[in-house]
């Protein structure tokens, strides 16, 4: 079935270090999104991509929708101590509306 | 068993009516989440339960009530809702270790 490659699988950087993750698939997607989730909380919608080529900020966060439409980025600027959580790609398939399929996430830590 | 399963896939309901969607897992995950998905929109989180306690609750309406009678059960129980209220409710688990999400296939509620 269709899923999607997230990676990397878990970072450790130090604070104020830069991040970059990616998310790749086989299938066309017609929207990306990425959400971050807490420790202890669940997973909350921090950027949706809804064209080709988009790219689109959110303080120091910056996604860009790949123009194949079968890829996308999350990037991170500067990071802070509260940056530290899990992130999670999903798209939505271009030949079934609602439904999304989600990657298996990136956790990130930060050393002190 | 890697699934987690939604009941009903469809639920049409008046207003006055109350009715239950139903999700259930059995791959022993411990924190379960309700989203709800407007069309064409991102699944927005409701509900965060963690070992089969309410941890968060996104400021959802009370006309929605969750409840999570044993690790492998979650309910949402609908009561007096409004037709803006009707929308694709997701069900989501998540797997301790890894952070893996496991999304039900929802259940698509119309309120009349």
């Known amino acids: 079935g269709q899923q999607l490659n997230q990676s990397p699988q878990s970072m450790f950087i130090q604070e104020g270090e830069d991040v970059s993750m990616n998310c790749t698939s086989s299938?066309?997607?017609?929207?990306w999104l990425w959400y971050k989730q807490d420790p202890g909380e669940g997973p909350v919608l921090l950027i949706a991509?809804?064209?080709?080529?988009e790219l689109t900020s959110n303080g120091r966060l910056t996604a860009q929708f790949g123009i194949t439409r079968k890829d996308s980025f999350l990037n991170i600027s500067a990071s802070i101590p509260s940056d530290v959580g899990i992130y999670f790609c999903?798209?939505?398939?271009?030949?079934?509306?609602?439904?999304?399929?989600f990657g298996k996430g990136t956790r990130l830590h930060i050393l002190p | 068993d890697t699934e987690v399963t939604q009941t009903p896939k469809h639920l049409v309901m008046g207003m006055t009516n109350k009715k239950s969607l139903k999700c259930e897992q059995h791959?022993?995950?411990?924190?379960m989440y309700w989203y709800k998905q407007k069309a064409k929109k991102p699944p927005e989180l409701m509900f965060v339960?963690?070992?089969?306690?309410?941890?968060i609750n996104e400021s959802v309406p009370s006309r929605f009530s969750p409840e999570c009678p044993n690790s492998s059960l979650l309910n949402l129980h609908l009561h007096a809702l409004q037709p803006e209220d009707s929308a694709l409710y997701l069900c989501?688990?998540?797997?301790?270790?890894?952070?893996?999400?496991?999304f039900g296939e929802g259940s698509r509620l119309t309120v009349l």
């Open positions: 299938s066309i997607f017609n929207t």
């Open positions: 339960y963690s070992y089969e306690k309410l941890s």
């Open positions: 989501a688990s998540q797997e301790q270790n890894t952070g893996e999400l496991f």
């Open positions: 991509l809804y064209k080709a080529g």
């Open positions: 791959m022993g995950h411990r924190a």
């Open positions: 999903a798209g939505q398939l271009v030949d079934r509306d609602d439904k999304i399929i």
